[in-house]
């Protein structure tokens, strides 16, 4: 389960533990499952960008808990700090990504970071996979677009101005040399 909450480590999980947490009985209290047992312990997971993922106290799923139990206003209030100076994204990503791309510049084969990478240099750039999502490193060695895919095919016909057949929440899209989409006509 950490690996699904956590997008196989890119997001960053939190535990905030209550002094004493590990004295209190489980018992139903007012406003459970906010209660005092279950705001005893809450665990927090934020995206790659810092946005709050999900939230669940001690009770978890029980009495009424979820995975979004509170909102990054409520979490706040209930520390005493600034969600976001508290609960900061993890950068492994981004530093995964740049090393590849430095390793790249100097010629040097990124797979051992990429879960997948096309060597072969198609006229959009090299196709790579990481964490399961896929984009494309343009020819000046960036990523082509700030979305990331469930699927990428190059197009290596040279037939359109595309660049990739991209998979995004199940609809298919053409991604261009700018990074835009345009979802494929059906015919």
Not at 22 to 25: D, I, P, T, V, Y
Not at 98 to 113: F, N
Not at 178 to 182: A, E, F, I, P, Q
């Given at each position: 389960m950490f690996?699904s909450?956590?997008?196989?480590?890119?997001?960053?999980?939190y535990?905030c533990l209550k002094?004493?947490f590990?004295?209190?009985?489980p018992?139903?209290?007012e406003?459970?499952?906010?209660?005092?047992?279950?705001?005893?312990?809450?665990a927090?997971s934020?995206?790659?960008?810092g946005?709050?993922?999900?939230?669940?106290?001690?009770?978890?799923?029980?009495?009424?808990?979820n995975?979004?139990i509170?909102?990054?206003?409520?979490?706040?209030?209930v520390?005493?700090?600034?969600?976001?100076?508290?609960?900061?994204?993890?950068n492994?990503?981004?530093?995964?990504i740049?090393?590849?791309?430095?390793?790249?510049?100097?010629?040097?084969?990124?797979?051992?970071?990429f879960?997948d990478?096309?060597?072969?240099?198609?006229?959009?750039?090299?196709?790579?996979?990481?964490?399961?999502?896929?984009?494309?490193?343009?020819p000046?060695?960036?990523?082509?677009s700030?979305?990331w895919?469930?699927m990428?095919?190059?197009?290596?016909?040279n037939?359109?101005d595309?660049?990739?057949?991209?998979?995004?929440d199940?609809?298919?899209?053409?991604?261009?040399p700018?990074?835009?989409?345009?979802p494929?006509q059906?015919?």
């Open positions: 690996d909450y956590t997008s196989d480590g890119i997001n960053q999980f535990f002094n004493g590990e004295n209190l009985q018992q139903q209290g406003n459970c499952p906010l209660d005092e047992y279950g705001l005893s312990m809450i927090v934020v995206d790659s960008d946005a709050l993922n999900t939230c669940t106290c001690r009770w978890n799923h029980e009495n009424g808990g995975d979004s509170m909102d990054t206003k409520e979490i706040s209030q520390i005493g700090q600034n969600f976001y100076d508290v609960f900061k994204p993890n492994h990503f981004d530093e995964s740049e090393k590849a791309i430095s390793l790249i510049a100097y010629g040097e084969d990124p797979e051992d970071i879960d990478w096309n060597e072969d240099n198609i006229s959009g750039g090299h196709v790579f996979s990481f964490h399961d999502k896929w984009n494309i490193l343009s000046k060695l960036e990523i082509m700030d979305e895919f469930d990428c095919v190059p197009n290596n016909s037939n359109g595309f660049v990739a057949v991209v998979l995004k199940n609809v298919f899209y053409y991604l261009y700018d990074g835009t989409l345009k494929c059906h015919r």
